[in-house]
């Protein structure tokens, strides 16, 4: 079996598919999490298929498949390191918890460029609202961006169209600090229209966070979790413009 640290065999294992839940369940309880899942003559082998997902089910009848995995993996890792991309991991020292409830507390949290903007003692204002976003919005939501700058506010946003962009590019402009909580990777980053003000973001001494690893996909879900974290890391919440039905 591989031979790691516990943190860097639940990260193989997450970007290979295995779901927090499942990892957070088998590393509680066990020592010998590869065996625990691969090795069909442990005495622990079957103890917790009844928690995996069909897909759990099914990668993890073939170790094989894990070993050519964790070439690309690596690989991966490395270059996120070459980057500047911070992993937490929420059973590892460092982890920013302030950030999560505990009961729904991610096993990873990737965060790229200023951590220091993590910091629970610095002001932090989120400002949201919709992708449709009118002039009249654009203007208001540029002139609220610049007042909490004045006053030494961090601002916080989703990169998303219209009132999030508006946000991280004002920002940018009057020298401020920034933090985009993104639903994808990384590596793909959307909508790809944004990817300049990314890159710009984290040149700029911003901080980029995302819960989404380079080999998972994205989906409605990681849309809800990274709300969720834009309005956890905050003091305050401004919605500038937004349907009664929208996201915000």
């Not at 499942?22 to 079957?46: A, D, G, M, Q, S």
């Not at 966070?209 to 905050?234: D, H, M, Q, W």
Request: proline share 3%; glycine share 6%; hydrophobic share 35%.
């Amino acid at each position: 079996m591989l031979k790691n640290s516990d943190r860097s065999i639940l990260l193989l294992l997450k970007q290979f598919g295995f779901s927090d839940k499942t990892l957070k369940t088998i590393y509680r309880n066990e020592e010998l999490i590869l065996e625990v899942i691969f090795n069909k003559n442990y005495p622990f082998y079957n103890k917790y298929h009844n928690i995996y997902t069909p897909k759990e089910k099914e990668i993890s009848k073939n170790y094989d498949s894990l070993v050519e995995f964790s070439s690309k993996f690596t690989e991966k890792m490395k270059e996120y390191k070459k980057r500047g991309v911070k992993i937490y991991c929420s059973v590892s020292e460092g982890y920013p918890h302030h950030l999560f409830n505990e009961e729904n507390e991610p096993l990873f949290l990737y965060c790229y460029g200023n951590l220091e903007l993590l910091n629970e003692s610095l002001k932090k204002v989120s400002i949201i609202g919709t992708r449709r976003a009118t002039v009249k919005g654009e203007f208001i939501t540029a002139n609220y961006v610049k007042r909490y700058l004045d006053q030494g506010w961090i601002t916080v946003s989703g990169l998303a169209k219209g009132i999030d962009t508006i946000v991280h590019k004002e920002t940018l402009n009057n020298e401020g600090k920034t933090i985009a909580v993104i639903p994808t990777s990384f590596d793909s980053i959307y909508p790809a229209e944004n990817k300049n003000l990314f890159n710009e973001i984290v040149q700029r001494n911003g901080l980029a966070i995302s819960l989404t690893g380079p080999f998972e996909k994205t989906y409605k879900s990681n849309f809800i979790e990274r709300n969720s974290i834009v309005a956890k890391i905050s003091d305050e919440i401004l919605v500038m413009e937004a349907s009664i039905k929208s996201g915000t």
